[in-house]
């Protein structure tokens, strides 16, 4: 096993533990867990940094890094759902498009046809860890971390509902993101859609 698959594993085992972290009602634990999360993501670059440098690209790898990156944002949004930060509807559609995407891209990947990810799907992904990052500040410094200083920011980032807009901004661009990836590979979802009829469709006897 290479290097960028064993940082993609290390990626997903993460997760629980920042989730974990995450719902132990102390301000040590929420570093903690956002520590533990900024390692999560900070492996997301190297292995992809490190595969690149080397060619060191497999087929697990090519299947993990997506998943590993799924597992992670949608294990931060529905705590954050749980926590009462954003709607459950919206994290519903993130997570179900990620998944979906994820599924998909999958199938090419076995096909030996890998689907290369579009310039609006980056952006959808950074924006994706830029809003957990930022509830992930507003809940350490609201929920244990006493600041003066930044009592008035962040009573401000309540009172305008500044999550709410974000995450409606971040929900429709993964909506948007979706909808390119299928009609840009649309001879790629026909194929799957003929691969799936001819699996489940009665054979003649």
């Not at 903690?32 to 690149?52: E, H, K, N, Q």
């Not at 509902?161 to 009609?183: A, E, K, P, Q, R």
Request: hydrophobic share 55%; glycine share 6%; charged share 15%.
């Amino acid at each position: 096993m290479n290097l960028p698959t064993q940082l993609t594993l290390l990626r997903i085992l993460l997760s629980p533990v920042f989730v974990f972290l995450l719902f132990i009602d102390s301000a040590l634990s929420r570093i903690c867990a956002f520590f533990v999360f900024s390692i999560a993501t900070l492996t997301d670059w190297y292995d992809g940094y490190t595969a690149r440098k080397f060619g060191d690209v497999s087929m697990w790898g090519k299947f993990l890094d997506p998943l590993a990156d799924k597992i992670l944002v949608s294990s931060g949004f529905i705590s954050f759902s749980i926590m009462g930060y954003v709607e459950a509807w919206m994290v519903l559609i993130i997570v179900v498009r990620d998944f979906l995407i994820t599924g998909f891209r999958s199938y090419a990947i076995i096909k030996g046809e890998p689907i290369s990810t579009s310039m609006l799907a980056k952006a959808k992904t950074f924006g994706q860890f830029g809003i957990l990052y930022f509830i992930f500040l507003f809940h350490m410094f609201t929920g244990g971390i006493q600041d003066r200083k930044m009592e008035g920011l962040f009573q401000t980032i309540e009172d305008l509902d500044i999550i709410l807009i974000l995450m409606y901004v971040i929900t429709i661009i993964t909506v948007l993101s979706g909808v390119v990836y299928f009609i840009e590979n649309r001879s790629h979802l026909r194929k799957m859609a003929d691969d799936i009829y001819r699996i489940f469709a009665p054979s003649d006897i």
